[in-house]
């Protein structure tokens, strides 16, 4: 039963692997990465690892892959040709450089003379790989790594901010006529929502004074410009 | 199942991963192929861990998966910035570090 499980889930991980790779459409290829995901959560849990399993499915196919189907949605995810001007040579470069990397990963780790290689592994207390052994062992024995990962992640999603706004902006500060508390409160063009959907609210006398002056005004303020 | 297949698996996944970041062009392939790679680091480390029965491996594989989210943050971030100068999405363009 063991067997046919790792079959049945190695070959899907390992088909969802050439699916990635292969599949023009950037689209397809994050689809292929989500059963490459799920398949190797399955042969994590027939290695006994079931919190890991499960932050794989969850965390991986079910956060991290939305977040890509997002920015492949949002960057178009045009067709790409499979290199037309790199060639013949970098393709066949890139394939023997595979294959001398697939010969001494193997050698690194089956040659590695290790006895328990050949098996299936030494017996393991019930509660191996367990959310109540995984988390034991996270905040004891590595509750700095785990403390350093935290903030690693509040840096990355306050870098992921300050590279994605919004630089420029599409209103002066000259137009907004009425301040709100949240506009005192934090600094113009910080790449929030509202700035992002076409600027801050403005009123209809700021359109009016504006629209004289400043001929080239965007298409958006022309009906408030009437009314006044 | 002996633990050398789940190595030999994991071996070829890294392969392909290697492999399609060296062939693709576009950056959020590369991006996926990356994690192909560190997926499967992953499953060397959980089946290292397996092997000795100690489940520290384990705690090395969330790591990683915890540095593979910052990156995947960082790299979109990235790519949506190139996409909102208009610069082309394609490595090979992309040259220059600056401005």
């Known amino acids: ?228 | 199942m002996d633990i050398g297949w789940y190595l030999a698996v994991s071996a070829l996944i890294f392969t392909i991963g290697a492999g399609g970041v060296l062939t693709r062009r576009s950056p959020l392939v590369i991006l996926l192929c990356l994690e192909l790679m560190l997926n499967a680091a992953n499953l060397a480390l959980i089946a290292f861990s397996r092997m000795h029965g100690n489940a520290d491996g384990q705690i090395f594989a969330i790591i990683v998966m915890v540095v593979a989210a910052c990156e995947v943050t960082i790299g979109l971030g990235i790519i949506v910035a190139m996409h909102r100068r208009r610069l082309p999405i394609d490595v090979d363009e992309m040259r220059e570090l600056q401005g």
């Open chain 1, 1 to 228: 039963m063991g067997e046919v499980l790792f079959f049945v889930a190695g070959i899907g991980a390992v088909a969802g692997a050439i699916g990635v790779v292969a599949v023009r459409n950037p689209f397809y290829s994050v689809l292929a990465l989500v059963s490459h995901l799920v398949c190797l959560a399955a042969l994590f849990l027939l290695l006994r690892a079931e919190f890991v399993a499960a932050a794989q499915v969850v965390v991986y196919a079910g956060a991290v892959m939305v977040l890509y189907v997002f920015v492949v949605a949002y960057i178009g995810g045009q067709d790409e040709p499979l290199g037309p001007r790199a060639g013949r040579g970098l393709k066949l470069v890139s394939a023997v450089f595979g294959g001398l990397l697939f010969v001494e990963l193997c050698v690194a780790t089956l040659g590695s003379g290790l006895q328990l290689i050949d098996s299936n592994g030494t017996p393991v207390p019930d509660d191996f790989g367990s959310a109540q052994g995984i988390g034991r062992l996270l905040l004891t024995t590595y509750l700095l790594p785990f403390e350093v990962a935290s903030f690693l992640l509040l840096i990355a999603a306050v870098g992921a901010v300050v590279l994605a706004r919004r630089r420029g902006g599409m209103s002066s500060a000259e137009d907004q006529a009425r301040y709100t508390a949240m506009d005192l409160l934090r600094p113009a063009y910080t790449g929030t929502m509202a700035e992002g959907v076409g600027g801050r609210r403005r009123l209809p006398a700021a359109a009016a004074a504006a629209a004289p002056a400043a001929p080239a005004a965007p298409a958006a303020p022309a009906a408030p410009a009437e009314d006044a």
